[in-house]
C-alpha cells in the first residue's frame, strides 16, 4: 500500500495559481488510480479530480472544469493538481488519494489517504 503526502498548499489571491503535489511511497504507485478531493470549513468533503493509472482518463467536478488540470508522473510517483483562475470558494484542505478503480468519483472508492494540504484564496 502507498503512503501519500500532499505539498504546495498556501495563501494566493482571487485569479491565482497554485499547484498541488501528491508524492507517494513504494513502488506500486503506477496501479493505484488517483484523484483529488476537498473539504472547506463546515462542509462535507468533496470530489475535485481523478486521474487513471497511466494518466488516459480525467475526471473533473464541474466546478473546476476548466481551471484545473490533475497529471501524474509515474517514474516519480507524483499526482499534481494545477489550479488556475483561483476563487475565494476554492478554499479547502485538499487531500489526495489512490484508488484501485479505474478513474472512480466516489470517495467511497479511494482507500488511501494523505494528510491534506490548506489551500486559501483572498478575495
Known amino acids: 500500500q502507498v503512503q501519500l503526502v500532499e505539498s504546495g498548499g498556501g495563501l494566493v489571491q482571487a485569479g491565482g495559481s497554485l499547484r498541488l503535489s501528491c508524492a507517494a511511497s513504494?513502488?506500486?504507485?503506477?496501479?493505484?488510480?488517483m484523484g483529488w478531493f476537498r473539504q472547506a470549513p463546515g462542509k462535507e468533503r468533496e470530489f475535485v479530480a481523478t486521474?487513471?493509472?497511466?494518466?488516459?482518463?480525467?475526471l473533473y467536478a464541474d466546478s473546476v472544469k476548466g481551471r484545473f488540470t490533475i497529471s501524474r508522473d509515474n517514474a516519480k510517483n507524483t499526482v499534481y493538481l494545477q489550479m488556475n483562475s483561483l476563487k475565494p470558494e476554492d478554499t479547502a484542505v485538499y487531500y489526495c488519494a489512490g484508488s484501485m478503480g479505474i478513474a472512480p468519483r466516489a470517495e467511497g472508492a479511494f482507500g488511501t489517504w494523505g494528510q491534506g494540504t490548506q489551500v486559501t484564496v483572498s478575495s
Open positions: 486521474i487513471s493509472v497511466n494518466g488516459g482518463t480525467t
Open positions: 513504494g513502488r506500486t504507485f503506477r496501479s493505484y488510480a
